[in-house]
């Protein structure tokens, strides 16, 4: 297994080189200069060479990129063209609304789409299933930023349930991280959920077709037995991998439902920095990015050896 | 009793006059499909005995799994199943699912085609079979994984406790098919079915697991109704005959009566298409050529009116064969002492004479 583990986070770490130098070469070839830009319409050429001479963009490429992915290993991602900050501490100030609102939003999606997608499952053609199919289907069809838009009209304008916007952190107050949290947490949840319901009609769809569902009704198991462990066990291996996928897209900000919500997410950052051409600012959040992606397939991994005997380490 | 009326036999080949453990009285099968009616099983009647083995043969798609899974009510919810089949005087067609829970893998167990996929790949052994136990009986968990470990030792586990924590791609075929029995004998049943239970496996392996149930039966005095479509194995384990097209019994009997003198055009043909193992023709020169029944069987959903066999028959000598279904009519009785004695050959077919 440590080998197996091993193995896994060495092919990651490789993969994690490469989108670092992706994104690094990508931020260096787009036109638009960012000292440039930094310096607004404070412009004159000795300004100019001494901001350049500080952010090292004077030395050769190799060497701006060894410098910046040796200290991106410690911890340092460089600072902030724009606001002369620390580009780590500009991602962990955001980080605690991005985990939250993601959370929220798999939570969200999981509890519609796991019932729904069964219910549709064993029942195909039926009531429930024509009704979860229109549902999901426009689930998936709506733009995000729409139904942000009618959830906050409905719940925020007329019944005046939540607020319309903003970020309550857990640390000031719980009750309010909770409703401010409820209405993004809905709309992406909404648009994850109809996703995967689909996934897990399917899912469940062929599990119940599979062979040892019928031995295990020639068992003479009960109904839920059969359900419980020879159905939904074996339909929830698939899932696990969507529903990773699902959250990794989730903490790599949901730049359009944070825009609806005024939600001071990653997405929002990343959105900032690509504006502002702040290099330093956006290779860090790009880098956090394929970091968590990474890091959420190896617990995928991980996770489905642990669930399928058959790929064990 | 006239020889006229398509009529079971009342004794059995082998246990005296004991009661039959299943009585399957015009069992019918019909399923909705997107292109009509499936008339899947048309009027099946049989016997089995305690300690019988009753082989139903035919080629893929006669109704021969489908009518086993009726008595087991293990069809989709759009079959339409009729008919009376008595399991120990019960009647299991209309028992409702919880009556037939406690049924299934109980009174009646099976074991299926494929040990591949059969077996949950994500549950231990131990488990799939334990679980069986404690949907049936108050055991205690523990007396449950013993009892498995039990089962294990007699399907020819060599090392039944350590099998038990094993995972069923851990397995051979083999291995995995005696799983399959011992899931199938933890209830004890009265009856087993094994739908093609050794096809998928290669013929050492075949010979082992047949060699297991019949074993077991012996042991135990379980009736098995075993479902193949190879004429070997019948030859090889099985008291009578049931020889199923169109899904209807158009021959049945004793095996050595039909197989030495088979009535029905079809069962010919079925015998026929066997390719020789012994005899001359080994010697000669040129192999002889494989015989085949030309054409398909008929679809479920597009019956022919008359015999189900006509349109491939290539005997057709009775007009009536077009138009009408022939009856399933007594051919021969085996005599004792100038009595009619044990089960009756049957056929249903008119052209038992034309043998071409």
Same mark, same amino acid.
């Given at each position: 297994?440590?080998?197996?583990?091993?193995?896994?986070?060495?092919?990651?770490?490789?993969?994690?080189?490469?989108?670092?130098?992706?994104?690094?070469?990508?931020?260096?070839?787009?036109?638009?200069?960012?000292?440039?830009?930094?310096?607004?319409?404070?412009?004159?050429?000795?300004?100019?060479?001494?901001?350049?001479?500080?952010?090292?963009?004077?030395?050769p490429l190799p060497v701006q990129f060894l410098g910046w992915i040796g200290s991106a290993v410690t911890g340092d991602l460089g600072v902030s063209f724009r606001s002369g900050e620390p580009v780590t501490m500009l991602i962990v100030e955001r980080l605690p609304a991005t985990v939250s609102l993601a959370a929220a939003s798999i939570l969200v999606a999981l509890l519609i789409? %796991?019932?729904?997608?069964?219910?549709?499952?064993?029942r195909p053609r039926s009531f429930v299933d024509s009704a979860g199919t229109v549902v999901s289907q426009v689930g998936i069809s709506v733009p995000e930023f729409w139904m942000g838009i009618l959830l906050i009209l409905l719940f925020a304008g007329v019944l005046d349930w939540f607020p319309p916007g903003g970020y309550v952190p857990l640390s000031e107050d719980p009750v309010g991280w909770l409703r401010s949290l409820v209405l993004p947490a809905l709309t992406t949840g909404l648009?994850?959920?109809?996703?995967?319901?689909?996934?897990?009609?399917?899912?469940?769809?062929?599990?119940?077709?599979?062979?040892?569902?019928?031995?295990?009704?020639?068992?003479?198991?009960?109904?839920?037995?059969?359900?419980?462990?020879?159905?939904?066990?074996?339909?929830?291996?698939?899932?696990?991998?969507?529903?990773?996928?699902?959250?990794?897209?989730?903490?790599?900000?949901?730049?359009?439902?944070?825009?609806?919500?005024?939600?001071?997410?990653?997405?929002?950052?990343?959105?900032?920095?690509?504006?502002?051409?702040?290099?330093?600012?956006?290779?860090?959040?790009?880098?956090?990015?394929?970091?968590?992606?990474l890091l959420l397939n190896l617990v995928v991994d991980l996770l489905y050896s642990r669930l399928d005997p058959r790929i064990s380490a | 009793m006239s020889a006229q009326t398509p009529q079971p036999a009342p004794q059995p080949a082998r246990e005296g006059a004991r009661q039959p453990v299943l009585s399957v009285r015009d069992l019918r099968v019909r399923m909705g499909t997107p292109r009509?009616?499936?008339?899947?099983?048309?009027?099946?009647?049989?016997?089995?005995?305690?300690?019988?083995?009753?082989?139903?043969?035919?080629?893929?798609?006669?109704?021969?799994? %489908?009518?086993?899974?009726?008595?087991?009510?293990?069809?989709?919810?759009?079959?339409?199943?009729?008919?009376t089949a008595e399991f120990e005087g019960r009647d299991l067609v209309g028992m409702s699912d919880a009556q037939l829970r406690t049924v299934r893998g109980n009174g009646i167990s099976m074991v299926f085609q494929d040990p591949m996929t059969s077996l949950n790949p994500v549950l231990t052994v131990g488990r799939q079979i334990t679980e069986g136990l404690l949907a049936h009986g108050d055991l205690p968990k523990r007396a449950a994984t013993e009892r498995a470990a039990e089962l294990l030792g007699e399907v020819g586990f060599p090392d039944p406790r350590g099998a038990l924590d094993r995972y069923p791609h851990q397995l051979s075929g083999g291995m995995r098919q005696r799983v399959m029995i011992a899931i199938a004998l933890a209830g004890r049943p009265r009856l087993l079915i094994a739908d093609e239970a050794t096809t998928a496996l290669d013929v050492t392996v075949q010979a082992q697991i047949l060699e297991l149930v019949a074993r077991l039966q012996a042991e135990h005095g379980t009736g098995v109704i075993w479902i193949t479509h190879d004429l070997g194995v019948v030859a090889g384990i099985a008291d009578r005959v049931l020889v199923m097209y169109g899904g209807r019994c158009v021959e049945d009997g004793v095996v050595d009566d039909v197989f030495d003198a088979p009535a029905h055009p079809y069962t010919r043909g079925l015998l026929g298409a066997l390719p020789a193992r012994l005899g001359p023709e080994l010697d000669a020169e040129e192999p002889p050529e494989l015989v085949t029944i030309p054409g398909t069987p008929p679809l479920p959903t597009d019956l022919p009116p008359g015999c189900v066999f006509w349109p491939r028959c290539p005997v057709r000598s009775d007009p009536r064969c077009e138009r009408e279904q022939p009856p399933l009519l007594e051919v021969s009785r085996p005599q004792v002492g100038g009595r009619p004695a044990g089960l009756p050959h049957r056929a249903a077919t008119w052209c038992s004479e034309g043998r071409p």
């Open positions: 297994m440590s080998g197996y583990l091993l193995r896994r986070a060495g092919q990651s770490a490789v993969v994690l080189l490469g989108v670092a130098i992706a994104v690094f070469a990508l931020m260096h070839l787009v036109p638009g200069d960012p000292v440039r830009l930094a310096l607004g319409t404070r412009f004159d050429q000795a300004a100019y060479d001494a901001l350049r001479e500080r952010a090292g963009l004077d030395e789409a %796991v019932p729904l997608g069964t219910l549709s499952a064993l648009v994850s959920g109809s996703v995967l319901t689909r996934f897990t009609r399917s899912s469940v769809l062929e599990a119940l077709g599979a062979d040892h569902v019928r031995t295990a009704r020639a068992k003479g198991l009960p109904a839920r037995a059969v359900l419980r462990w020879h159905v939904l066990r074996n339909a929830l291996l698939p899932l696990v991998t969507v529903t990773g996928v699902q959250l990794a897209y989730l903490l790599s900000g949901v730049v359009v439902v944070e825009i609806v919500f005024a939600w001071p997410g990653l997405g929002l950052l990343a959105l900032q920095a690509v504006q502002d051409r702040d290099y330093p600012v956006l290779q860090g959040a790009v880098l956090l990015f394929a970091f968590v992606f | 009509g009616v499936a008339e899947i099983v048309n009027g099946l009647d049989y016997d089995v005995h305690p300690g019988e083995t009753v082989a139903v043969v035919g080629e893929s798609g006669s109704g021969k799994s %489908v009518s086993v899974m009726a008595l087991m009510g293990l069809l989709p919810r759009t079959a339409t199943v009729t008919g």
